[in-house]
């Protein structure tokens, strides 16, 4: 059964909604698997004049080390948090910033915004360059929470999604990580699988010629395969 | 037919009087005659000597003896041969300068050839010596012109005979005289006139002498020669010289002395700043230019056709108006009042023209026009100047008397003041125009001491720049300017080149834009000051459209001439200004129109407010009719009132929660896939919503809805005692609470729905087995752990859990109390929940260590 994963933030618990969502997806031959970052915890909180507020830094901090490097199929965030500093839309922000800017593999996550009171977040937007903000983050979504569950099936199982080859192939050599590459391409020699599909990950320059080499070398492969003699 | 026979002229011998001391009356003009014929024998000096004046035997001696008065007038020019004396000296009216226009590079000054018998006129002898330089000898003339003063009908003049002789050196000298090279010497023997006066005292005894008369000459000889014209300056000089009177000379002061060379100083220059006009003609007589000055800077010049063709050729005139102070500064400069030295004076080919601006005489008619209009014309007191002619076609011929001029049509080009159409009055006319429309007579102001001043003036006391006048530069500059154009008075189509001081224009201009553009400028502000009204924005508009219309008319006068270069740009400049003005016009029309349009604009906005107020009123008692219809249908808000906020998010939430986790169950059970421990769970989980949903409902009235419930940054202890205070009771009537060190304290941020359904729960358990007290006590570990023991007088935890008490924490296990009606099991399941959410926990300590029953620990940790 196809995995995907879910990373949904949110200062309140919403298990029967994450339940639903789990039949659902299931229904449609995906198995979810969820990690919740509860902002009601008391480790991301701090006393500020009195007042108790979000504590940025260390929900920064801890989403940077734990999370921000999974491959997440999407990101969910309630929009409200009930702080005067910090809502939904300003952390995922946040977070797609850092981890393109980082080339974190979270980036290919698909982002969504839910909210029990969408009003809330459109007042916010009351300027056009805080609307031009918006569109260039390109969430992926707006959710009523009312229909939480439901809308995130819809993304999740969503359109057919576009066959991405380098995807395919880092999933792929993620599957054998300690395997060490032994030739062929000498740039790689004696690198474990896993490092391999990391430097496809960062579409680093090595990354991508192997990747190309890959192409030529097995089209090559094939075309000789395909030259037996006649018995 | 008669015959025509001959007859002839006679010249009776009484014609040497007619054309000699009766002809000429006047010593100066004598001695002047003589000077001219000097000049024309190219002498480069001349001198005149008098000698035997105060003491002499003219009236004892019968002839004359050496004791005799004289006047000597000696010059250097070519001098005469016998053959010259003969055919040219004796012979009457002869005048080479008829045949030599111009003879040693001079122009012949005298004309009529009649100067020789100036000598008659100064005394009753005369001996002439001349020598040339080609001859050895000296030739001395001698006459007596008694001889020629008898009355005799058929005496001729010719009859008379005169005695020569031919000297040498030496004979020269023993005469009396030093040697010569060349030239002539006039001895003029017992003079006719009295040249000097001895001043007597009571006793007759001479105490000084009088020699005004010499002073007199000097200063007619002085004016006699225009440097200008005729030579190089230093090329010609008379000398004076009286020896007997060399100590009433020294006496005199400077400007008078009469002893050494005549200087002509008065046209050099008047070196203070006058306003004057110069005019001559140019370009081989076909162009009349015209300067006018004032203080040194040009106002206009103008170039036009020569009007006075054929008769003015060859003409200049220079005229200065002295103002007040211009005559303090003239006497200062020459030792003689203005008025005493004369006005427009009159030279022809460099000499001048006797009487022509001699005081007293109005050869120009001004005195006469003046008369006619006293604040409009300038008269002969205000001006000194000249006219100098180049007469080479004898077009202006001296009068025998040698006053004045013939009166012929050069004459009349000349002077006359019909129309100012004559050389002089063309030019004198513009400078009047100036002085009177455009100075306005340039006077000093009312309170000056006129008399005071000229004495400081002609000490040096009082400078140029200390002077004070009754109007301002700036304001006389401007009325020129107005008037400039009448000043000028040229028809265009004569007009070849014209120049304007282009200062005048553009400082016009500088002063008005400043003013108007600071006019502007305020205008504008008090415009968005809203200060200004239709009113006053016409006012100005019209006096915009004034100046435009006198801008207009200026540049139109303007473009009628060719003018130079400087002055076509001021004109420009002038233009320029029109623009601006043009469009400060526009823009002030524009700001009409918004004045008008903000009028009407204010008229219609009050037309609707009014409109508006009397619509609002009526929607107003509409609504409140459509108010009671549609109470349950109101309007979608764009936002909740804050009030509500959190409840509903809390209220959401929850509900959601509860729906989905109910379609979950039945999901599950749909699909057979389900156990019994998770469907409790679940259920149990549902029943803790349903409890908060309840708990906010009762919530709604005393809360501050303001903040979140979920989330309130709360007292524990504080909020514990309330709600008990509260609520307690409501789970059974005999139940009493009791606290201990409740005025502990911690904050914490926590939901106050999930501690008082934990409260709520630990109640019932306790109503539950029989406790009627409930004991609480608090007790604070450090800054972020409060301890609460919650302690009973019930029948304490049943015996089966006392060994393992952790268990009843967990779901589904329940204990029948005695009462008999036991609970769902998941009471303390999700109290621990609840609490470990929160970052607390809650845990089982024991029987009877307060009260009689159970007592359970409750951590509560802060951040």
Known sequence: MKIKKLLYIDDNKIDAQIENLRKKLKRQGYELNETFLNLGNE??????????????????????????????????????????????????????????????????????????????????????????????????????????????????????????????????????????????????????????????????????AFQKSLVELTIAHLIELNNFPKK | MAELNDLHFKTNV???????????????????????????????????????????????????????SRLIIQDDGIGMDIDGIRDKWLNIAYSEKK?????????????????????DRLGEYLNLYAKTSKDLHYYKLSIDWKKFEIEDESKEIQSIPLKYEVLTHRELEDLGFSKFNHGVLLEIIKLRSNWAYPVLDKNKKITNWDISKFIELKKYLEKLINPNQAFESNDFGVFIDAPEFKDENEALDTNSRFIGKV??????????????????????????????????????????????????????????????????????????????????????????????????????????????????????????????????????????????????????????????NSFFYKAFRRLERYVVEGLNWDSAPAYEDLQKIHKKIVSGETQEEDLEYSEDLITKQKRVYATIHNIISAKSADVIE????????????????????????????????????????????????????????????????????????AILELQDYKKTIEEQTRLIQSLKLQLKELRQQKETAEKSATTLKEKVIKVESDLSIEKEK????????????????????????????????????????????????????????????????????????????????????????????????LYGDTFSESLSFSFLNNNEQLTKNLSVLNISIILDNLISNAVKWEANNIQIEFKKINEKQLIIYFSDNGKGLSEKHMENPEKIFEL????????????????????????????????????????SGATFKITINTI
């Open chain 1, 43 to 208: 480790r991301f909180k701090m006393r500020d004049k009195g007042k108790t507020i979000l504590d940025i830094p260390a929900i920064r901090k801890y989403l940077h080390s734990n999370l921000l490097n999974e491959s997440f199929d999407i990101v969910a965030s309630d929009y409200d948090y009930s702080d005067d500093y910090l809502d939904g839309y300003s952390l995922l922000k946040w977070i797609m910033n850092v981890s393109r800017s980082e080339k974190l593999r979270v980036r290919r996550a698909k982002f969504c915004l839910y909210s029990a009171q969408q009003d809330k977040l459109v007042a916010h937007l009351d300027s056009p360059s805080k609307v031009k903000e918006l569109v260039k983050l390109k969430i992926d979504d707006f959710i009523n929470r009312d229909n939480l569950s439901q809308d995130l099936t819809t993304i999740l199982v969503g359109k057919k999604e576009n066959y991405v080859f380098n995807k395919h192939i880092m999933e792929y050599l993620e599957k054998f990580p300690e395997y060490k590459f032994k030739s062929t391409y000498p740039k790689f020699k004696g690198k474990q699988l896993s490092e391999i599909a990391n430097e496809i990950d960062k579409d680093s320059p090595n990354g991508i």
């Open chain 2, 812 to 851: 589904s296990v329940r204990d029948t109390p005695p009462s008999g009606f036991s609970g769902s099991g998941i009471g303390l399941f999700y109290a621990r929940n609840l609490l470990n959410e929160m970052n607390s926990d809650i845990e089982f300590v024991g029987n009877g260590l307060k009260l």
């Open chain 2, 498 to 569: 014209l120049y304007i001081n282009e200062n005048l224009i553009t400082q016009k201009i500088a002063e008005e834009r400043e003013v108007s553009e600071r006019e502007f400028n305020q205008l504008i502000e008090d415009f968005g000051n809203k200060k200004i009204d239709a009113d006053t924005l016409n006012k100005i508009l019209h006096k915009k459209a004034q100046e435009n219309e006198e801008l207009e008319k200026q540049l139109k006068e303007f473009s009628k001439y060719t003018t130079n270069e400087a002055t076509s740009k």
């Open chain 2, 14 to 68: 009484q014609l040497k009087s007619i054309i000699g001391k009766d002809l000429i009356n006047d010593d100066n003009i004598a001695i002047l005659e003589l000077v001219k014929n000097s000049f024309d024998a190219d002498a480069k000096q001349v001198n005149v000597k008098y000698f035997n004046l105060k003491e002499n035997d003219d009236k004892s001696v019968n002839q004359f003896s050496s004791k005799t």
């Open chain 2, 99 to 119: 045949t030599n226009k111009t003879q040693h590079k001079r122009r012949m000054a005298g004309a009529k050839g009649v100067g020789r018998f100036s000598c």
């Open chain 2, 630 to 725: 549609n109470l349950y249908l109101l309007s979608t808000r764009r936002t909740l009132s804050p009030d509500a906020d959190g409840l509903i998010h809390t209220i959401k939430i929850n509900n959601v929660e509860i729906r989905d986790g109910i379609e979950n169950i039945i999901d599950d059970l749909t699909e057979n896939d389900y156990n019994i421990q998770s469907l409790i769970k679940r259920l149990g989980f549902l029943k803790i919503c349903a409890e908060r949903s309840l708990k906010m409902a009762e919530f709604v009235t005393r809360a501050d809805l303001k903040e979140d419930i979920e989330k309130k940054d709360v007292d524990v202890v504080k909020y514990i005692v309330e709600y008990i205070s």
């Open chain 2, 263 to 420: 200087e002509n100083r008065i046209f050099e220059h008047l070196d203070f700043k006058t306003t004057s006009i110069e005019s001559y003609i140019t370009n081989e007589g076909n162009e009349l230019y015209t300067e006018l000055k004032d203080k040194g800077e040009t106002i206009f010049w103008i170039r036009e056709k020569n009007p006075f063709l054929p008769h003015i050729t060859n003409a200049k005139a220079t005229i200065y108006y002295l103002s007040p102070y211009a005559k303090s500064f003239f006497t200062k400069q020459t030792g003689i009042r203005s008025v005493d030295y004369g006005s427009v004076f009159l030279f022809i080919n460099g000499f001048r023209v006797p009487p022509y601006g001699e005081l007293g005489n109005d050869w120009l008619g001004l005195d006469q026009r003046k008369a006619q209009g006293y604040s409009r014309y300038i008269g002969l007191r205000e001006l000194v100047g000249q006219i100098e002619i180049l007469d080479e076609r004898n077009e202006f011929q001296i009068v025998s008397s040698r006053e004045g001029i013939v009166k012929n049509e050069s004459y009349n080009s000349l002077t006359q003041p019909e129309n100012n």
